[in-house]
């Protein structure tokens, strides 16, 4: 039997879903070597740059942790800001692209971890990056209360995620045709459609003050966002 195509049964909101499991990072790898060149094409340049300004704008990125970094495109764009940046991704084909890219940048490490079990102390870091990660999750829950547990409290998690949401139909029919002809059908767990809404809610109920949810729009949309992690996990 193939393990990635082995169903499990998840809770995501207040809906069962069937998921394939174990096959995110798989599903990546295969794509590590034209990563970046293939995202350019699939969604923009100018959504990407858009993307990489507003990170560069944050005030200070201090110790930070990115997970799923991929390839570090976005990386580059936080080490300038940054005490220290831990790269992290579950795909070693990713990682290796990503030492490789981010060997001008030295005070960026590059290491394997899993985003909802990391293994770093609590209160470790003073900001977390997630880009383009959570809408491939089955269970992006995992990945935020992971993310709050490493945090130390008053730390700052910033989310960032391509969504179809705000489209017009045609534009989204383009982007998915350059996807299929890129990276064929993606995983079938993940939210391509994710809303502002959405993605504060599960910041919220992950125990994060949400100061800005914000939707880019450059061709293709994607969500900017930034939480800031409660003293206390709030009661509801
Ligand atoms: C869509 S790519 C985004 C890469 C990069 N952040 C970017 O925006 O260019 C998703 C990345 O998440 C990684 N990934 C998937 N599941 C993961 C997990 N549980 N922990 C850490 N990384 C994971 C994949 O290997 C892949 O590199």
Redesign the pocket.
């Known amino acids: 039997m193939d393990p990635a195509r082995t169903a499990v049964v998840t809770r995501h909101g207040s809906r069962e879903r069937t998921v394939r499991e174990p096959g995110?990072?798989r599903y990546?790898?295969r794509f590590a070597l034209s990563?970046n060149q293939d995202?350019e094409y699939v969604v923009g340049r100018a959504i990407l740059n858009l993307i990489a300004d507003h990170l560069a704008a944050e005030a200070s990125w201090g110790e930070a942790i990115e997970?799923?970094?991929?390839?570090g495109?976005?990386t580059q764009a936080v080490a300038p800001k940054a005490t220290h940046v831990l790269a992290?991704?579950?795909?070693d084909e990713?990682l290796t692209v990503a030492r490789k890219e981010l060997r001008p940048f030295p005070n960026v490490t590059v290491q394997k971890?899993?985003?909802?079990a990391s293994g770093f102390p609590d209160a470790r870091f003073d900001c977390v990056l997630v880009?383009?990660?959570l809408h491939?999750?089955a269970e992006p829950e995992r990945?935020l209360a992971e993310s709050h547990r490493i945090l130390r409290d008053g730390g700052i998690l910033v989310a960032v995620d391509l969504t179809s949401f705000g489209m017009k139909t045609c534009d989204m029919v383009r982007l998915g045709l350059r996807y299929l002809r890129c990276w064929g059908l993606p995983p079938r767990q993940g939210q391509d459609a994710m809303a502002p809404d959405d993605l504060a809610g599960l910041a919220r109920r992950a125990g994060f003050n949400v100061e800005t949810v914000d939707l880019l729009e450059a061709g293709s949309n994607a969500l900017y966002m930034r939480g800031v992690k409660c003293a206390k996990q709030p009661s509801t």
């Open positions: 995110v990072e990546w790898s990563y995202g997970f799923g970094c991929g390839t495109y976005f992290t991704d579950l795909s990713m971890a899993d985003c909802t880009a383009n990660l491939v999750l990945c």
